[in-house]
């Protein structure tokens, strides 16, 4: 479980970073393209933060069941097969979302290396606690177990919800780094035909949510930028391994070339194109 929660840290920093991820080995081995895709995010909240959820309480159900194992075994017999019931129940939600990110995968034709290794932690902790639950002959019904549980379902509540409520309305929505309102202030039809004439091409995908969002950036004048979809272009070619890619290239030579999601000023830094106010 602290394995996990460590993994699910990173993924969560890497999530938010406009930066390539240590693990963009190539087009297909890609945690960016899977990390900062549009099944990077459930309910409005990153997986990531799901992940150290689902491994916190993993952790602490654990605990619990070795305490009551050491007090006393035979005492307590109910109460451990209530905490191993609940175990397998968890890691059955735990494969689901193994399912869900296998999916996901798949559609963006791209694996996420970090991400699979949390799987792994996941079949493995299933696998364990199977193997336990298998021993045991007599389960608690599901009110008996619901109500000696209700500690640690309502805590799950409450975290699931402040989540939700965090990310969907509160500070972490409210503190983005970059506005999608930000080309209303400013002349970008001007703008996005300067970075096309000067050779600026962006290389990604809609399927990546920081792409998503570069597209918002630049507003109407998207139309008048030069993109590559690199889910039908072979981008490897052009060693692009994280999206968003800005590559300037003049008479078929590379200029230069910036990776990860800008603001306009950036952008306008990064071109060298001129952002006229509106």
């Known amino acids: 479980a602290g394995l996990g929660i460590l993994i699910s840290l990173y993924l969560v920093h890497e999530h938010y970073t406009s930066t390539s991820s240590i693990c963009d080995i190539s087009m297909t081995f890609s945690c960016s393209r899977v990390n900062k895709s549009r099944f990077s995010v459930l309910f409005g909240v990153p997986v990531a933060f799901w992940g150290i959820l689902w491994n916190v309480m993993l952790a602490e159900i654990s605990r619990k069941s070795l ?12 109460l451990l097969r ?10 059955l939600a735990g494969i689901g979302f193994v399912v869900y990110f296998i ?21 493995l902790a299933f696998a364990f606690v199977h193997q336990i639950f298998k021993s045991i002959r007599m389960f ?25 409520l965090v990310f969907n309305f509160g500070l972490v929505h409210k503190a983005q780094g970059h506005s999608g309102l ?34 918002e950036i630049i507003g109407p004048a998207w139309e008048f930028t030069k993109f590559v979809e690199c889910q039908e272009t072979d981008c490897e070619s052009k060693n692009v ?14 200029i230069q070339r910036h990776e990860g999601l800008m603001s306009l000023d950036e952008l306008s830094n990064f071109t060298k194109c001129d952002l006229e106010s509106l």
């Not at 999916?103 to 079949?123: D, G, N, S």
Request: charged share 20%.
């Open 140 to 164: 608690p019904e599901v009110v008996q177990m619901v109500k000696k549980m209700r500690k640690y379902i309502l805590s799950l509540g409450v975290a699931a919800v402040l989540l939700i």
């Open 182 to 215: 930000e080309h209303r202030k400013y002349d970008t039809l001007s703008f996005a035909r300067c970075m096309t004439k000067n050779g600026f091409t962006m290389f990604g995908s809609m399927s990546c949510g920081h792409c998503v969002e570069q597209k």
């Open 103 to 123: 999916i996901a995968e798949y559609l963006l034709h791209a694996m996420c290396i970090f991400c699979t290794m949390v799987h792994v932690l996941i079949v």
């Open 241 to 254: 391994t994280g999206f968003p890619t800005w590559i300037q290239i003049m008479d078929d030579k590379e």
């Open 82 to 91: 209530t905490y191993v019931f609940f175990l397998f129940v968890w890691c």
């Open 67 to 78: 305490q009551v194992l050491e007090v006393n075994q035979l005492k307590d017999q109910e």
